[in-house]
């Protein structure tokens, strides 16, 4: 059966769903005659009911319970189950007790007996079912909102509580302040074991606090100027010990206790920035090496010049000062050119040290013995009222270095210290063996993992700001008053250490102290034990006159022309050439015998030791003795040397020059008659001892 539609205008829409054409007419009558201002709709079966009820929808059902496509109350549960919201009410032919609560059950609101009597009761009974369906929903919409309600609040507590372990178990250091007074409302645990202090004795106080004077107003500024979101940093704050750590903040604004706030996060940059400090010094300083080294030899190169023909002159004018008064005037102005000149020498000796250009007399050596070496010269240096204390340890291992070199370090190091504390204090040197490892050397930006012997010079004095120990190592940085430091001790030491493979670090803190730490890379090679050999009385003062020829290969004019003075000067015969090939043609071409070898090593076109390799083809045995302004590794990246060779350091002195070369020629002439000294080999490449660099 289809639905059929009422004309007029209904207010209630009143769906029948009823196969029996007289039911349906029964029910048509009542709800004509009931007061009830309807719409009705009628269909036989279940299922054009539903379709009816999905297209039009109703107030009411009124559902019998006899349908051909359901049994019983069927219909009733289908219906109720699918439209919650459409009242019911069932309509049967027999008035049966248990029926009616069974449809009740079923979902329907009412239940309603067809016949003539339904005629007063059919408008009752929809307006019932209506109200109480109403009644029914408003309840169930009432519950449900008061459900959601209690939920939303539950959740609501579940989130703050989520935020709360947030913001306790965070493990950056967080808090938020009060923007107006600086006042911390909340600190989590992170925060409180960040500065050392119990979360309580933060609460309520002012976060200047843990700032460090001078960045307290950064701070306040920040906040009461900040945007909504904001990083700041890096800022120096105090922890409960005492510690500066740097931080960077990061910030945003909320409403916290209905008051205006900011919730800080905190960010230890400490260690990051002292490596990032660590890694610009060394950066700079490397530089800097390149700059003083590469002045400091070409003014090497015309420093001995200057000392030598000043040396000359000298030398030429003495005699007749000593007989004649009006000399004399002239030999003291030469005397002042020549410890001007040395002075000068001795600040490029400390350049060329700095920028590790120095040559070395490297030696495998025990630094405790250094230490005690020095000890006395040390104890004279510092002041009476302070201690020196020498702590060295029981178990040192071998460093390769050179003992001179160490002993400067000992020496500036003191003097240092010496300086820091004016009015007297503790002095203490340590050494101890310490092996760094892969996590040690990643905390410290240049240093490598391996095994060190440890230096330490530890004062009680005067300290230095982070600002000083950030330019501590550059040559001429001093805080000295004028005339009282050159700036150059500790460049002198960097430069020393770090050409040792060493690395070398600053502590200090103002008031407190300072301790320099030097480390030398051990190494498995056994001491040198030999005693250093007398040098050999060797006559070489300007009287004595030697008749041997040399020859001699310099490239740069001016030395070669002084060094060829010098020589000619002290009798003997020089055969000079501009470079390696030069050299080789005039040995061919000279007639009598060649006596020694005096090359440059870094020369144009053939360096000096593949001329030596040259002329012992046709000079076997011939001395030869190198000159050179580098340092043993530049040496080493332009040319090789065997060991074991004679190699003189720039600026050429007088009277290392002809010490030198008397030492060789008078060996060489001792070997020739049968002596047993071993001549200098220059083809001797694989000697295994390390090369004995002669520095006169
Ligand atoms: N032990 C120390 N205590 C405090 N400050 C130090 C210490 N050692 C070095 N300094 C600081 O480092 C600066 C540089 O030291 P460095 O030894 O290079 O030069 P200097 O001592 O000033 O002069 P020079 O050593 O050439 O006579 C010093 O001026 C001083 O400010
Ligand atoms: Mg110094």
């Known amino acids: 059966m289809s639905a059929t539609t009422e004309p007029g205008i209904p207010r209630l829409r009143v769906l029948l769903v009823e196969d029996d054409p007289d039911d349906v007419l029964l029910c048509r009558d009542a709800i004509a005659h009931s007061n009830l201002n309807c719409h009705l709709a009628v269909t036989g079966t279940l299922l054009e009911a539903a379709e ?25 549960t289908i219906l109720a189950q699918r439209f919650t919201d459409l009242p019911i009410v069932v309509l049967t032919g027999l008035l049966d007790e248990q029926t009616a609560a069974r449809a009740l059950h079923a979902g329907a609101e009412d ?11 059919i408008g009752r009974a929809v307006h019932y079912a209506i109200e109480r369906k109403r009644g029914e929903q408003t309840r169930r919409a009432k519950d449900a909102a008061e459900a959601a309600k209690t939920r939303a609040e539950r959740s609501a507590r579940e989130l703050e509580r989520n935020y709360r372990q947030l913001f ?31 979360r309580h004795s933060l609460l309520g106080q002012d976060v200047t606090r843990l700032c ?10 920040a906040i009461a100027t900040a945007a909504t979101a904001q990083r700041w940093g890096p ?42 400090r660590r890694l610009r010094q060394s950066q700079r300083l490397e530089s800097l090496g390149q700059l003083a080294g590469g002045v400091a030899h070409d003014f090497n ?14 030398q030429e004018v003495e005699e007749s000062a000593q007989t004649d008064p009006r000399w004399q005037a002239l030999r003291d102005d030469l005397s002042q050119i020549l410890q001007a000149g040395d002075r000068a020498a001795n600040l490029t000796r400390q350049l060329l040290s700095f920028a590790r250009a120095e040559i070395a007399q490297t030696q495998v050596i025990d630094l405790n013995t250094i230490v005690t070496g020095v000890d006395q010269l040390l104890r004279r240096t510092v002041d009476e009222g302070i201690r020196m204390n020498i702590d060295l340890t029981g178990n040192p291992w071998l460093v390769k270095a050179d003992p001179g070199q160490i002993e400067q370090v000992l020496l500036n190091l003191v003097v240092n210290a010496r300086d820091a504390m004016p009015t007297g204090g503790v002095l203490t040197i340590a050494t101890d063996p310490i092996t760094i490892d892969e996590h040690a050397a990643a ?31 550059e040559p001429f940085f001093t805080t000295k008053p004028k005339g009282h430091g050159t700036g150059l001790g500790l460049a002198t030491i960097y430069g020393i250490v770090t050409q040792a493979g060493g690395h070398i670090h600053i502590n200090s803190q103002p008031g407190v102290g300072t301790t320099i730490t030097a480390l030398f890379p051990a190494t498995h090679e056994t001491a040198d034990n030999a005693e250093p050999q007398a040098p050999e009385q060797t006559d070489t003062t300007h009287q004595a006159r030697y008749h041997e020829t040399i020859l001699l290969a310099e490239d740069e004019d001016s030395l070669r022309l002084l060094t060829e003075r010098i020589l000619t000067r002290h009798g003997y015969t020089v055969i000079a050439a501009g470079n390696g090939v030069e050299a080789t043609e005039a040995a061919q071409q000279h007639p009598g015998g060649i006596d020694l070898l005096l090359t440059d090593v870094v020369m144009p076109h053939l360096n000096g030791h ?44 007088e009277q290392h020059i002809l010490a030198a070369i008397r030492r060789a020629l008078d060996a060489h002439n001792r070997h020739a008659t049968g002596h047993v000294d071993t001549p200098p080999n220059v083809e001797n490449r694989n000697q295994p001892s390390p090369s004995e660099l002669s520095r006169p």
């Open 301 to 314: 190169n015309l420093l001995g010049i200057i000392l030598g023909y000043a040396t000359m002159c000298a």
């Open 52 to 76: 009816c009820l999905d297209r039009e929808g109703a107030d009411v059902a009124l559902v019998d319970l006899s349908l051909p496509d359901a049994e019983q109350l069927e219909a009733v």
């Open 168 to 198: 306790d178990c965070s493990p950056y250091p967080m808090y938020v302040l009060d923007t107006d007074t600086f006042a911390f409302l909340e600190i989590n645990d992170a925060a409180a074991a960040f500065y050392g202090y119990p």
């Open 235 to 276: 800022l120096r704050q105090v922890k409960h010990d005492g510690t500066v750590v740097e931080v960077t903040v990061t910030s945003h604004m909320l409403s916290f206790d209905g008051r205006d706030a900011r919730c800080m996060v905190i960010e230890d940059i400490t260690e990051r920035e002292r490596l990032e």
């Open 111 to 121: 239940y309603l007996v067809k016949g003539p009597g339904s005629r007063d009761s």
């Open 443 to 473: 905390n410290h930006s240049d240093t490598r993992p391996g095994r060190y012997m440890r230096l330490r010079v530890t004062d009680t004095g005067t300290g230095m700001s982070q600002a000083t120990i950030d330019r501590a190592f």
């Open 212 to 221: 460090l004077a001078e960045d307290v107003a950064v701070l306040t500024d």
């Open 610 to 653: 593949d001329l030596a390799i040259r002329l012992h083809a046709t000079h076997p045995g011939l001395p030869v003795i190198y000159m050179s302004g580098y340092a043993e590794p530049l040496l080493a990246a332009r040319t090789t040397l065997p060991a074991g060779v004679t190699l003189l350091s720039k600026p050429i002195v």
